[in-house]
């Protein structure tokens, strides 16, 4: 199935379709304990996007109204590493239509799965057992409350209805290059290689995915992305600083008819986490009684001790939480990074051969808490330019030039100094932010830096003391296992572990004695575990197979020393609730 993905999806759909471009090209498969020869098949498009999100979407879509308008034609090829399209998105998303209405101006009239306008929006800070109300700063009039998934499979509707291919289960794990050191095209993994670096019997080599341009939509910290990034210096060649992130860690539950109040939307801000942790949680009531609820905890924490997981847990059991939640059933468990660093941490998106669009970038809008819309407008800028340079023949370096006059960057710009504002602590950050929305309206006169890298923040471990969190009861809280079960997260056993220890002693002679093993703590899957070897030392265990591809791992580690690649294709969570 592997080798041909045209063939592939056809056959998946039991249709029929026109040879791709293709051609055969040596290479070389590397395992874990083995080299071997392998000859993978090459497919040529006009454009490769990697990543089916709302950006590479609304790229897509883009490019195929810009060449129906032109009668013209350009091939482009959408992969997706989720087994189908939607599978890597947990539900529950408060929308800004502003980039579809531009996209697709009569969405109303096209069944968009967008039915549920925002009826209520609140803003709660919480104590341990009161919810006091503040004036909400969200503005979410017009907005709606949506299933994010269930959007970009819509999308993908109407980008294969233009002609657009998209190939979900395929995940894109190198960079080509040409002669020149251009990028040329992307290659999808090897599947069928065992964790001894062995052939198993499904081996079938990876496909090479050339293209005039390629523009990488991977979401938050995209591994290809991020070696674009660094290798090219975006971010010195951007806006200077530093990317920040949190993880949001979420549940999808059905509540109680009485409960459920659709379109309804609460923030809040305060307890469970402690005054020098920036974070927040959200309740978003969705249609069918179904209620998307979540923790958003930053990553640049300090205390080691510290669990996302748990304090996501703990949070549940606040009184205005728990008597929402009783009665009800947990549908769906997710987790996934997003970035933070807003205006100060936007690269450049543009490098040779393509450009970086969406949260790949990073033009989330932090106090507004969406970047949907910004994402697909980035990758409707990244497609007019593509279609540009492809068919009157100007640069792709028009994107960088057009995203610096767009909308995205007037309201990044405005939204730039409240995620700063909170290295000062709660209080300092609630205050600043007061004054920035209320005085200065966003055009306050100066810009406010970001502190240190995430993984530099956290302290070592004689600084903090253990963190006691209450066990889980079952009801409203619950065990990681019983939270995996709901994520339907799913890889193949054998096969080389897509996360590295770039040295493998670091776990054993840093972590643990320095910060107390914080991988068992920052892992919202528990993948990492510290369990006693053949003399009762100490050993990291990676279970690789519970794996939410949150990315966690890859930005929090005091040391950098775990990267995140991709495994197989399809691997990974499973969202399917909506």
Not at 549 to 566: G, L, R, S, Y
Request: glycine share 8%.
């Amino acid at each position: 199935m592997h080798r041909i993905l045209r063939a592939a999806a056809a056959a998946a759909a039991g249709i029929a379709t026109a040879p791709a471009r293709r051609h055969r090209a040596p290479s070389w498969g590397a395992a874990t304990a083995r080299w071997f020869s392998v000859e993978r098949e090459a497919m040529s498009y006009d454009v490769v996007i990697v990543g089916a999100g709302p950006a590479g979407l609304a790229a897509a879509i883009r490019l195929k109204q810009l060449c129906r308008a032109a009668d013209t034609d350009l091939s482009v090829c959408v992969l997706e590493k989720g087994a189908e399209v939607g599978a890597h998105i947990l539900s529950g998303n408060v929308f800004e239509p502003r980039a579809l209405d531009e996209l697709i101006p009569k969405w109303r009239q096209e069944d968009a799965p967008i039915r549920v306008p925002v009826s209520s929006d609140k803003f709660w800070m919480l104590t341990k057992n009161k919810a006091w109300t503040l004036p909400s700063p969200f503005d979410n009039k017009g907005n709606y409350v949506i299933s994010l998934s269930q959007l970009v499979r819509w999308m993908s509707v109407k980008a294969e209805e233009l002609g657009v291919e998209v190939y979900p289960g395929f995940a894109a794990s190198e960079i080509l290059y040409d002669e020149n050191q251009i990028v040329a095209g992307v290659a999808t993994n090897d599947v069928g290689i065992a964790k001894d670096g062995s052939k198993r019997e499904t081996f079938q080599p990876g496909v090479e995915l050339r293209g005039r341009i390629i523009l990488l939509a991977e979401g938050c910290r995209g591994s290809l992305s991020e070696k674009i990034i660094t290798n090219h210096k975006l971010r010195e060649s951007g806006q200077g600083q530093h990317q920040t992130y949190a993880l949001g860690i979420k549940e999808v539950w059905e509540i109680e008819e009485g409960k459920h109040k659709p379109g309804s939307v609460v923030h809040t801000v305060g307890w469970p986490l402690d005054m020098k942790t920036y974070g927040g949680s959200f309740l978003y009531h969705l249609d069918d009684r179904q209620l998307a609820i979540g923790l958003v905890v930053a990553l640049n924490y300090r205390n080691p001790f510290l669990s996302p997981y748990d304090e996501f847990q703990k949070f549940k059991q606040h009184p205005a939480i728990r008597t929402l939640l009783e009665g009800g059933t947990v549908l769906q468990y997710g987790a996934r990074t997003l970035n933070e660093g807003g205006f100060q941490s936007i690269p450049n998106p543009v490098f040779p051969g393509g450009a970086i669009i969406g949260c790949s970038a990073g033009f989330l809008n932090v106090p507004k808490i969406k970047g949907s819309h910004t994402a697909m407008k980035s990758g409707m800028l990244a497609a007019e330019a593509t279609f540009k340079a492809l068919v009157e023949g100007s640069s792709i370096d028009l994107y960088w030039e057009n995203l610096k006059k767009s909308w995205i960057w007037d309201e990044l710009y405005r939204a730039r100094n409240y995620r700063p504002a909170f290295e000062y602590g709660f209080i300092p950050g609630m205050a600043l932010s007061a004054v920035e929305r209320y005085i200065f309206k966003g055009k306050s006169p100066f810009t406010l830096k970001h502190g240190k890298p995430d993984h530099e923040a956290t302290e070592m471990v004689n600084l903090h003391s253990p963190i006691s969190y209450p066990k889980p009861d079952g009801q409203v809280s619950f065990d990681v296992p019983s939270s995996l079960y709901r994520s339907n997260t799913n890889h193949e056993h054998d096969q080389p572990p897509h996360l590295r220890l770039r040295d493998p002693a670091v776990p054993e002679t840093v972590n643990l004695p320095q910060y107390a093993g914080p991988e068992s703590r920052y892992c919202p899957a528990r993948v990492y575990e510290y369990v006693s070897d053949e003399n009762g030392d100490p050993k990291l265990h990676i279970n690789a197979q519970n794996c939410l591809h949150c990315k966690a791992c890859d930005i929090k580690d005091p040391k950098q020393n775990i990267e995140w690649t991709v495994p197989e294709g399809g691997g990974g969570p499973g969202y399917t609730v909506m």
